[in-house]
């Protein structure tokens, strides 16, 4: 028999691909396993929603900074936030995993462990995957959901006038991931405060909890639905507030302005860094997982008082080409925001 | 401007993430692109079947047997497979592509290029995906398809009784995969023969085409369903025969007999090696993706007549434990069919 010691260094290649499916299997429901494909109800009149996120160890993911669990989290939770930002709710989601030889056995489980952690807040299984042999650690998510075909909410729908709204705070999963690179850094904040920073890019929440109060505000306030299009455009903040923003700008040809002081920060990102710094990790930093939505500003402001935390009205839907940055105060020189990720290289 | 010599041999790293994903964006149905998810419709009352595979250069995939549309074929034709293995037909597929900086763009749309042809022959699009950079070289597609609750083809539904029908040859893939690893083999096959069992590896077809003439059995022959139970058990032969019918058995909880000279073999196989040899292929070579399916006999009898390729009959479902391999010609022993790839290893 193994001894416990033995056990917690297993490696894939001890156990085999089969032995590693059956571990793998508790993670999934049960009726699940079992056939060429797994099968899944859908509430009539719905339309599925599909969206899907590859993440390679080295470049998305790093022992250095994120322990297994939150590499589960983290993958999970990105693709949750794509289904919250077409105004979707998950059925469900299937993990391509790549593994080597050498990936020990304990690291794979506690990478599932984070993704059902992450799920689990929602009632959303792991309905499939599959798991190969990889000279690189690989995780391949595909996340499923379901909506009525008058809630879906589209980047092209935003309209001059209309409110830009945020659902939280922007800045602090980047200003979690410098505390974990550079500890030294961080050595003037309260544990409470890196604590925050750090759970904001280790455990990012979807904002799947904002469409219940979405769909509420749109029974009872009657927004105008014409040619059942959505009088909300959204996207998440995945890759930054700013990129968000002209993304939906674009889709809908239409330009914004955005107003720096409105633009809500945590009080631990504050105390990190200067005011400066903050505004641009939340322009740029990417990862807070947050809803970017355009609406009428009436309803806007109902939206911002029902959600608890920092939300906000940030800017408005103009009919110029950019998104300028103002600033009230005058400190600051107006900007054009930019796409974050525009020039990604493959070096 | 690039010369047409220099733009064939062009890297992802010199177009970039943005570059690359304009490219590919040409494979996909326009008004898919540009949210954050795809959204599909479904048939009122189909449930939804998911289904996700991930391959790997050098462990899944070769440039010494495999053009890069053939990759895309065979990726594309393995997920519809498996949703053909359930009764469902397709929806769509998500593809998540890893690439190094030093993959070639052509290389990359050739990949997609044979996807669609594939996809194509069923109408069915891409309908979103995930581009990274990766060490190697990865593809992972998740399969979606709507199915009617009561036509789900199940691995566990084989009765004591049931014929066992494969819906055309096997081993075919396997001998191509031979020729292409060793082509000095082939020299006393004539060139079409050669040619067949190639395209075989290379271009399987999952067999959609099976499943309207099982449902106009159904409707028309009135098989008993039972407790909304379709009397068809089923999986597809991408691990070989001996697998499906081995996992058909245990998922069912019956044993089953298999007579030798019943299982169809293509003339170019026979031609190529000994009827030994084309047997072992057929039982455990892998890859031809057929289906085998478990009815009851009159109906089994009604579907290879309708099949016009060399569809077959090749034994019976039993209450015994294991899966008999027989030889109704006393030339051969009796063996028990083994799963091919049950003890695959991580080395």
């Not at 980047?155 to 705070?169: C, F, H, N, Y």
């Not at 040619?227 to 455009?233: E, K």
Request: some cysteine.
């Amino acid at each position: 028999m193994l001894s416990p010691y033995y056990k917690q260094f297993m490696k894939i290649r001890d156990v085999g691909e089969q032995g590693l499916l059956q571990r793998l299997q508790r993670f999934c429901p049960a009726q699940i396993v079992g056939d060429d494909a797994a099968v899944l109800s859908m509430k009539p009149g719905c339309e599925l929603v599909v969206t899907t996120d590859m993440l390679v160890d080295g470049v998305h993911f790093s022992d250095r900074t994120t322990s297994p669990q939150d590499v589960g989290w983290r993958a999970a939770a990105a693709n949750l936030s794509d289904l919250a930002a077409m105004g979707a709710s998950p059925l469900g989601i299937t993990v391509g995993l790549g593994v080597t030889g050498d990936t020990e056995v304990s690291w794979v489980e506690q990478v599932y462990q984070g993704m059902i952690e992450c799920l689990g807040e929602y009632d959303t299984p792991i309905v499939g995957g599959d798991v190969v042999r990889s000279p690189v650690v690989t995780l391949s998510i595909t996340a499923f959901g379901e909506v009525t075909p008058n809630r879906i909410i589209r980047r092209s729908a935003a309209k001059v006038g209309d409110a830009i709204v945020v659902t939280g705070v922007h800045g602090s999963s980047r200003a979690g991931l410098e505390l974990l690179l550079h500890p030294e850094l961080g050595q003037n904040l309260n544990e409470s405060a890196k604590k925050a920073l750090i759970k904001a890019h280790q455990r990012p929440k979807p904002r799947l909890d904002v469409l219940p109060i979405l769909w509420d505000i749109l029974d009872n306030y009657q927004l105008p639905i014409t040619n059942y299009q959505l009088p909300i455009a959204g996207m998440d903040s995945s890759d930054g507030l700013a990129d968000a923003i002209v993304q939906i700008c674009r889709a809908s040809g239409v330009g914004g302005v955005v107003t720096r002081s409105h633009i809500p920060l945590s009080d631990s990102l504050l105390n990190f860094v200067s005011a400066q710094q903050a505004l641009n990790w939340a322009l740029y930093g990417g990862e807070d997982f947050e809803l970017v939505l355009c609406l009428p500003t009436e309803f806007a402001q109902i939206l911002v008082n029902k959600l608890v935390e920092k939300a906000a009205i940030v800017g408005k839907i103009t009919n110029e080409q950019d998104v300028h940055l103002i600033d009230s105060t005058g400190c600051y020189q107006n900007e054009i925001l930019n796409l974050s990720r525009g020039f990604q290289h493959f070096d």
